[in-house]
């Protein structure tokens, strides 16, 4: 049975940082591309960013791009998301997923076959 538990997730000033932490285990984790997706109150889920099981080539969302960091421990089954300089805008429950993508089809939430429970993470202004 494959699961994804997300950690880290947190109240926090705008400007501030938080890790967010996905632990994986069931699959063979370093053959699946991980992402990070969002999704507000009232909103779409959204992609925020990617990272591939082949290379290990990021890929971020415009709207996260130079503040948000995707990595992946393949010994610990672990992808992180390094979040810094957050703005309220970025509140939403993060979720991590794991598949295996066409890099056109990296943002479509479908794609992806497990996914975690979520964790909520809220920036004041």
């Known amino acids: 049975q494959v699961q994804l538990v997300e950690s880290g997730g947190g109240l926090v000033q705008a400007g501030g940082s938080l890790r967010l932490s996905c632990a994986a285990s069931?699959?063979?984790?370093?053959?699946?591309?991980m992402a990070w997706f969002r999704q507000a109150p009232g909103k779409d889920r959204e992609f925020v960013a990617d990272?591939?099981?082949?290379?290990?080539?990021?890929y971020y969302a415009d709207s996260v791009k130079g503040r948000f960091t995707i990595s992946r421990d393949n010994a610990k089954n672990t992808v992180y998301l390094q979040m810094n300089s957050l703005k309220p805008e970025d509140t939403a429950v993060y979720s991590c997923?794991?598949?295996?993508?066409?890099?056109?089809?990296?943002?479509?939430?479908?794609?992806?076959?497990?996914w975690g429970q979520g964790t909520q993470v809220t920036v004041s202004s």
């Open positions: 990272i591939r099981w082949f290379g290990g080539s990021t």
């Open positions: 069931g699959l063979t984790f370093s053959l699946y591309s």
């Open positions: 997923a794991g598949g295996r993508p066409h890099d056109f089809r990296r943002f479509v939430p479908g794609e992806y076959e497990f």
